[in-house]
């Protein structure tokens, strides 16, 4: 079983940034394919970013150009950094892994494992 911890959401005024982690453990995949997704309430939940295990990046277009995503393999953690944060990130931020390691999708139903996830919250 894949464990995934996420960390860093918070509340933050529009203009601001944030940097999220997700620490992996457990019986996890070698480099495996993650990525982090958001969700609102009543809404489908959307990929933001994804990483596949050789580092390449893949980013939903209402981030492009804000969000950094990034990964540390010794460390067995995922990060994405947020910047110009806008009310419209305003969402519960998770963490999903998938041993699919070439795979870079932003599709929810690719990914395997989850995290509970980390709410991030943005003031106009």
């Known amino acids: 079983q894949v464990q995934l911890l996420e960390s860093g959401g918070d509340s933050v005024q529009a203009g601001g940034s944030l940097r999220l982690s997700c620490a992996a453990s457990?019986?996890?995949?070698?480099?495996?394919?993650m990525g982090w997704f958001r969700q609102i309430p009543g809404k489908e939940r959307e990929g933001v970013a994804v990483?596949?295990?050789?580092?390449?990046?893949g980013y939903a277009e209402s981030v492009k150009g804000r969000f950094t995503i990034s990964r540390d393999n010794r460390k067995n953690t995922l990060y994405l950094q947020m910047d110009s944060l806008e009310p419209a990130d305003t969402a519960m931020y998770l963490c999903?892994?998938?041993?699919?390691?070439?795979?870079?999708?932003?599709?929810?139903?690719?990914?395997?494992?989850w995290g509970q996830g980390t709410q991030v919250t943005v003031s106009s």
């Open positions: 999903a892994a998938e041993p699919r390691w070439w795979l870079v999708s932003l599709a929810p139903a690719d990914f395997h494992y």
């Open positions: 457990g019986n996890t995949p070698s480099r495996p394919s």
């Open positions: 990483i596949n295990g050789v580092g390449s990046p």
